[in-house]
């Protein structure tokens, strides 16, 4: 297929690929062996200086934490931090009227018996004085007998009686298995923690993790998995464990448990092996560094995760640290000699260097060492290479185990009720705690949306279909809007000769079915299809020809000679261009690739394939999202793309850069401020509504983005509506809703996936918030995942069911796919400007940026 036909058909599940967050470590780990400070590098305990310029006049941003970071999930911030954002225009309902209504299920089981719940909050205090978490917690077990139901996270104790009064603390005393003496424990009553409170969520988090212990599953970060049902991948050295996410939030319907199927990739390559490979090479250190570093690894001892923060080359197996014995003193050991004392390690090369992972704050008060050294022999590699992911065999392998079926998910998740329920210490523990889980599946009523006609030329339509696709109809039908093409250029390899002319005929015959004429193109045949030689044709094709369009015929998808090309088309000479991979011109279904090719070379020359009937007028829709440089972490590029018209088929894009990293923006505003002028241009007018989906934001950046980029969009835009004139007293009606696309929520129509269209307002969704789920795609293979939108501001006036509407409608228009995609077309268009900025180009000339030259 061409290389730049992005598509957003249903893709397999996302195998989970243990790259985690740094910042979220395993909450107790085990405390690893540390280097002498005599071997240690003096500028490891530095801090890096993460201080940004022009913060002062800023508002805070998060600082990460739970859910603030983008691609894991919709994790629930502490009820506290949670942002309200349910207008009082949606105060009595926020759920929509239209459609067929449908009952679901989803991957949600209700907690009983928590409307009764009131829990007693005391302060513990122990002296002398303990900083370690995990012993704190073993001295106060000592008397769990004196407590029907408790929690202690280190500071605080949480019971369903109170431990005792306020005038009159209780006092217990300890002994220390570690030979460190007599504590004595003090308990004061501090108050109650009532429903609503934020801590009210996280005890029923902690006493779901107790219970999960009894099911004998090996917890690795957050999530739990099964080792003993691991799944072999022989032929590509993997392995499969079977796991499940687990989260209880606050919902319409009172406090749900969520369980997710997950999977943990585990490699049979060690970091050794990995070293082993790179020492072979010259510069052995640089390439091994880059290797490791930021790779999640697995202790083989004790199956704990760390991420790999850098390599000690001057530490060795063979170095030693002190190990502090029970009576209090510390003995140097080598590294050889505590793993073969403590976990019956030997290890074979004395002789390979460390690895080093940072604790972060929490694993650090629960007592683990600030720098954590491992054994690359003893370390097992997770998660899949890039290299790995574009193996087609490779991923097909994984997807026949990952890509679960409606109704097999529904039977998993309902073998882990049954093994929470039918164990007795997991029932006692709830009983102890006056809780009851369900043993089915929470219903939810919702609703399928009416199906959507598409529009092309001369006022003709025709049904979507229940599936959403509507490929088969665009072969004869005449395109909307088509741009005049004059003069294109063919650029190609001369040994490709034959294969050149084909694509130039079946371009030109498959145009002629949808009413374009597509003429004969210049042809340029090179002598070779090296990047200089290719960008050397380009100069002399595009000043010679000054051509509309150019069209690369290249052998294969390398992305170094994919960017040679879009820079020289993007930056130094703009012009629209599309590169085709040599295969998808033989392949059997040519033809049909063309059609697709063609509508793609409309659409970047100014025209459009199809539309949908939206009947609201002067309306602008934006999308937004941010892509990171892949050779560069600390770079990224917001894209927003705008519609201009009112058959959203013309936009306007336009492209930032991102210092340190930034999911958020601080130019949104002004880029807002380019479309609407963009917009007033082209129709003499402003919009009436400005409706923007945002796409990219994590849970605990809600916050900011309210109060940061919404507020600096309202603020630069109040100005423009101030001075209109006619219509006299137009005010700005603006909505800005966040799309969310990682999720672990899922929703099952019986034994089937709901159909596009589905929306659910109701029962899973947040009582704070203005939100919904649809379901915009036909999947065929495994479990659809539902986008979420979180509507942050809305002054707009539309009911929900308008919102919700709308945001389905433009799922239609991305003319990269004919049939849906997972989030509004603008939005889609956003994220693919963004990653060719990222990853190819850099910023495009803006002679382009009323042309979909991305697409």
Known sequence: MDRDRDDPAPKRRRVDSGDGDSRSRDREREREPRAGSSRDDPDRDRERDRSRSDRSERPERPSGGSGGGRGGGRRRPPL???????????????????????????????????????????????????????????LLKIHRDKFVGYLFDGSTLYTINPACSEDEPMHLQSESVAGQGTFNITIKYVGTCEPGDFQYLQVFSLILRECLAYLNLVQLKRNYYDPQARVEVPEFRLQLWPGYVTAIGRYESGILLQAEISYKVLRQDTAYDLFYEASRGRDFRTAYSAAITGQIVM??????????????????????????NKDGSTTDTSYLDYYVKRYGCRIRDHNQPLLITRSNARA???????????????????????????????????????????????????????????????????????????????????????????????????????EADWTRNLRNAKMINTAELRN???????????????????????????????????????????????????????????????????PNNKSDRYSAIKKKCIIDKPTPSQIVVFKSITARGAMSICTKIAIQLNAKIGGAPWSVSIPVSDLMVIGFDVCHDPSNRNKSYGGMVATLDNTYSHYYSCITHHAAGDELSDNFGFNVLKAVDKYERRNGKIPKLIVIFR???????????????????????????????????????????????????????????PVPGTIVDDVITDPLKYDFYLVSQTVRQGTVT?????????????????????????????????????VPAPCQYAKKLAFLTANSVGVAHTNLDQLLYFL
């Open 695 to 753: 796409d990219g934001v994590g849970e605990g950046n809600l916050k900011y983005v309210r109060e940061h980029e919404v507020q600096n969009i309202l603020d630069n835009l109040k100005a423009v509506y101030a001075r209109q004139r006619e219509p006299k007293d137009q005010k700005l009606r603006l909505a800005f809703v966040v799309v969310s696309k990682k999720l672990n929520t899922r929703l099952f129509a019986g034994e089937r996936n």
């Open 364 to 466: 650090r008060r629960s007592g683990a060492a600030e720098l954590v050294y491992l054994i690359p022999e003893l370390c097992i590699m997770t998660g899949l290479t890039d290299e790995m992911r574009s193996n087609y065999q490779l991923m097909r392998a994984l997807a026949q185990h990952t890509s679960v079926n409606p109704g097999e998910r529904k039977n998993r998740l309902m073998g882990f009720n049954r093994r929470l329920n039918d164990i007795g210490e997991v029932r006692e523990r709830l009983q102890n705690w006056g809780l009851t889980l369900a043993r089915d599946l929470v219903d939810i009523p919702s609703r399928i949306l009416p199906t959507e006609k598409i529009i092309v030329a001369d006022r003709n339509q025709y049904e979507v279909g229940p």
């Open 488 to 554: 294109w250029v063919l650029i190609y390899p001369n040994r490709s000769e034959r294969e050149a002319r084909s694509l130039s005929d079946m371009l030109t015959r498959v145009a002629q079915g949808m009413r374009w004429n597509i003429p004969q193109p210049s042809r340029y045949p090179l002598p070779d299809d090296r990047n200089g030689t290719y960008t050397s044709y380009l100069d002399r094709a595009l000043n010679e020809r000054n051509p509309q369009l150019v069209v690369c015929v290249v």
């Open 786 to 822: 539902p986008t979420y939108y979180n509507v942050l501001e809305d002054t707009t006036g539309l009911a929900p069911d308008h919102i919700q509407r709308l945001a389905y409608k433009f799922t239609h228009l991305y003319f990269n796919w004919s049939g849906t995609v997972r």
């Open 299 to 324: 202790t083989s001892y004790n199956n704990k995760t760390y991420r790999v923060d850098e390599v000690n080359y001057s530490a060795t197996p063979k170095s030693t640290f002190p190990v502090k």
């Open 80 to 138: 506290e931090n949670q942002l309200k954002t349910r207008p009082a225009s949606v105060e009595v309902s926020k759920k929509g009227k239209s459609g067929t209504p449908i009952k679901l299920k989803s991957n949600h089981f209700s907690l009983s018996a928590f409307r009764q719940w009131i829990l007693f909050k005391h302060h513990v205090e122990f002296d002398p004085v303990e900083d370690r978490t995990g012993v704190k917690k073993g």
